[in-house]
T-cell receptor
């Protein structure tokens, strides 16, 4: 199993600012996944973060808007840059050790 | 057509009722996941299935690979079961998951 914590749990931010979300896992994992869940929608994968290499972004998501760091096998950050109200979402990190999926508690972001 | 479709979108039940949530998918998969999301947003993984049936407490998940269909059953439902239940499929081992839109379950006392 894997226990994942995220910081912050929620935040209210002003348009044009940036927020960095942290994800900590209690065990070493190769890949970490960042998801976005817009209000009333299902989860959408933003990017996959491997330790020691650039993150792989899904269609519609770019590094300038969502820079990701993966400094070691238990930690990752996702930054939401130059925020607009459309970025208001829940952001979740996830890991899949041995095929099972584990999700963090999510970061609820509101952009005014 | 979405690759993963859930039904119903919304479900209201009385405490004690037997509940079924359905998930259909259109492509071959390596595994199917049932997830539970509470109002705070956090997600808990309930089951991962590649065949057959799994049971955990009052929850039962089944999958029919030939029919490309899975069901999540909740026996003796309780208000604390109120949450969004999400079906997700992985096309190959280790690949990203594709999510259904979720089923909002409300269990009234």
């Amino acid at each position: 199993s894997a226990v994942i914590s995220q910081k912050p749990s929620r935040d209210i931010c002003q348009r044009g600012t940036s927020l960095t979300i942290q994800c900590q896992v209690d065990s070493q994992v190769t890949m970490m996944f960042w998801y976005r869940q817009q209000p009333g929608q299902s989860l959408t994968l933003i990017a996959t973060a491997n330790q020691g290499s650039e993150a792989t972004y899904e269609s519609g998501f770019v590094i300038d808007k969502f820079p990701i760091s993966r400094p070691n096998l238990t930690f990752s950050t996702l930054t939401v840059s130059n925020m607009s109200p459309e970025d208001s979402s829940i952001y979740l990190c996830s890991v899949e050790p041995q095929g099972s999926s584990f999700f963090g508690p999510g970061t609820r972001l509101t952009v005014l | 057509k979405n690759e993963v479709e859930q039904s119903p979108q919304n479900l209201t039940a009385q405490e004690g009722e037997f509940i079924t949530i359905n998930c259909s998918y259109s492509v071959g998969i390596s595994a199917l996941h049932w997830l539970q999301q509470h109002p705070g947003g956090g997600i808990v993984s309930l089951f991962m299935l590649s065949s057959g049936k799994k049971k955990h407490g009052r929850l039962i998940a089944t999958i029919n690979i030939q029919e490309k269909h899975s069901s999540l059953h909740i026996t003796a439902s309780h208000p604390r079961d109120s949450a969004v239940y999400i079906c997700a499929v992985g096309m190959t081992s280790g690949s990203r998951l594709t999510f259904g839109e979720g089923t909002q379950l409300t269990v009234n006392p």
